[in-house]
């Protein structure tokens, strides 16, 4: 993973960079003080020659050094050895290939050595994601400034939380920093999962609206920190991201940020599949099988729900997913295509027919609600009016497709064939499919546990017909660590391939011209044309004209994130059920 340190030239320059600088500010002094500071300042010069004499490297001088980043470092062998004021205490400090370890400077006692054993202190360069310079200058300075040593930021971890942590390195000699920022600069430009380079997307509508100012407070700072290039697009309108994913330089960078909720998110990681199928020459207008996106996909939840972020983070926090994505923690995640009569219509994380797919349509068409209240209205509404779907589902179950690879490497099966399909015809009050276990606040299971981010399978929950009170039980559960899915009228199977045919148009063109009489034409335009289902995918409405079809790709995507078996929020109640 580390990278010879010789090839990174350009770190021998990043020393005199502004930019590698942090800054302690120390308030303008009044004019009247102006000679009592000339005096502070030449003792304290006096002072920092005589700690420079004291502090300065003493294992590894210049020239060691730099014939050192000619050959490669070995492992666990001190590269650089020093004096560093620590919390105010004086400390030896060690840097090698894989970790900075200081223990405090003590007099000599016949016990010292235990006694510095128990108090020696390390940090991992796994953990570490930039070295700054220290220096304090006053307000308005933009440049120059007391040198005060080096501080390196640390990425934390507290349960599933991600934290920077600043660890100064106090030390005035210009010499004795040098060389240690540049060895550490070297030294973490050697991990190559790391970003220095992303294309960010920030849907400014998202949930309440405040993704940018999310972006501006908790991200851009922590990317800054780590030197990563930026480049910003705020989406002005819907499909603007898939647009210019579809035609800009993907070599530029090094992974894609989507700042937004579920709907961007998917909108973002349909571009960037869709992309790379373009880029390998694949026919979406069959059925084909879809190459790996070129680029990591991160998460910055500012949705109302963010599925994928809790999926992926285990928790909701922009700071979290920034950190994940800076370390470079990648994570292959399945991902689904939706196809109707052979035609690729997107990919997508999961889908819900029927009550979700309803729900989300009636809430849609009340777009000039504010958010929360659109979706508690609908969900009322919808349940209210609750009806079951008429529909032949098929799927192939992640058994049938193993005793189908199984063949077909022992030369005794070819396609899919519609024997290896189970089918159920009936009524059906939702169906969902999911390839990630959609963790949320309202159910930290998920709403698929029984999935896993890239187990290469997906989740089927069909929902049969029943009784409003016995469904609103079942939805209930997704809150509580009781089964959601113990009922006699839920099924649920862990599948390759799902067909979905909808027989019930009439149902679905009556709510749809019923609720278009009550409403207000001008804020609420007809939107399923005649014949279409309305689908629930990552919550994007998406209008299907007939059959669907649904394959998951293992491992198609990959998320900056890590696999998490629950989200460690408190369980919101859903205040309408
Ligand atoms: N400037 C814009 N104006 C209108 N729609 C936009 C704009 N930018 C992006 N979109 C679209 O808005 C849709 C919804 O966005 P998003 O999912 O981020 O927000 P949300 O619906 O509030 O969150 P959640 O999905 O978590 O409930 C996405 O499909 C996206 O394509």
Not at 110 to 129: G, M, N, S
Not at 200 to 217: R, T
Request: glycine residues 6%; charged residues 25%; hydrophobic residues 35%.
């Amino acid at each position: 993973m580390l990278e010879s340190p010789c090839k990174s030239i350009s770190v021998l320059n990043a020393w005199s960079e502004s930019q590698e600088e942090l800054r302690e500010t120390q308030p303008v002094s009044p004019h009247g003080t102006e000679k009592r500071v000339k005096t502070k300042k030449k003792k304290r010069k006096q002072k920092q020659s005589q700690k420079r004499s004291v502090s300065a490297p003493q294992l590894c001088p210049e020239e060691d050094y730099k014939e050192r980043v000619e050959t490669k470092y070995r492992p666990d062998e001190p590269i650089v050895r020093g004096i560093f004021q620590i919390e105010k205490k004086s400390h030896d400090v060690v840097l090698t290939t894989t970790r900075v370890t200081w223990t405090p400077i003590q007099p000599e006692t016949p016990t010292a050595d235990r006694d510095l054993k128990k108090q020696e202190e390390y940090v991992d360069l796994k953990d570490v994601f930039a070295v700054k310079v220290k220096r304090r200058r006053s307000a308005g300075q933009q440049s120059g400034g007391t040198l005060l040593g080096i501080t390196l930021f640390q990425c934390k971890k507290k349960g599933l939380k991600l934290k920077d942590h600043a660890i100064h390195l106090n030390n005035l000699s210009v010499d004795h920093c040098e060389i240690w920022f540049k060895t550490l600069k070297e030294l973490l430009n050697g991990f190559k999962n790391r970003p220095k380079s992303l294309k960010v997307f920030v849907n400014p509508i998202s949930h309440k609206k405040e993704a940018y100012q999310i972006y501006l407070d908790e991200v851009a700072p922590l990317f800054k920190l780590a030197d990563i290039q930026v480049d910003v697009t705020i989406t002005e309108r819907k499909g603007h991201a898939l647009s210019i994913l579809k035609d800009c330089s993907l070599e530029d960078y090094d992974g894609v940020v989507c700042v937004g909720g579920d709907g961007s998110v998917s909108e973002v990681a349909h571009g960037l599949l869709l992309r790379a199928q373009m880029d390998a020459g694949r026919d979406t207008d069959s059925i084909f099988t879809p190459v790996q996106a070129a680029l990591p996909l991160g998460v910055i939840p500012a949705g109302s729900t963010d599925v994928v972020a809790c999926s992926v983070h285990g928790i909701r926090r922009a700071a979290t997913a920034a950190l994940h994505i800076i370390m470079g923690h990648h994570q292959p995640v399945d991902v689904c295509s939706f196809s109707c009569m052979g035609r690729l219509l997107r990919f997508g994380f999961s889908a819900m027919f029927g009550f979700g797919g309803r729900t989300l349509a009636l809430a849609e068409r009340h777009r000039w609600m504010p958010p929360s209240q659109r979706r508690e209205f609908a969900l009322i509404k919808t349940l209210a009016k609750l009806k079951p779907e008429d529909c032949e589902l098929s799927f192939l179950t992640a058994k049938g497709a193993e005793d189908q690879k199984k063949a077909e490497l022992n030369g005794d099966g070819g396609d899919i064939c519609e024997g290896d399909w189970q089918s159920r015809k009936g009524l059906f009050l939702n169906i969902s499919i999911m390839a990630i276990p959609c963790l949320c606040s309202m159910a930290p299971r998920g709403l698929a546990p029984n999935t896993r981010l890239n187990n290469g399978s997906m989740a089927l929950i069909s929902v049969g017909n029943t009784s409003r009170s016995e469904f609103i039980k079942h939805l209930k559960r997704y809150n509580s660590t009781n089964n959601q899915f113990g009922f006699s009228f839920i099924e649920t199977h862990s599948v390759k391939a799902v067909r979905l045919r909808p027989s019930s148009q009439s149902s679905w063109t009556d709510d749809v011209s019923e609720e278009n009489e009550e409403s207000d034409s001008k804020n609420t335009p007809i939107i399923s044309s005649e014949g279409t289902y309305p689908w629930n995918i990552d919550g994007d409405l998406l209008d299907v004209p007939s059959e669907l079809l649904i394959r998951v790709h293992p491992q198609l995507l990959t998320l900056f994130g890590s696999d998490v078996e629950e989200a460690e929020e408190t369980p919101v109640k859903c205040s309408c059920i």
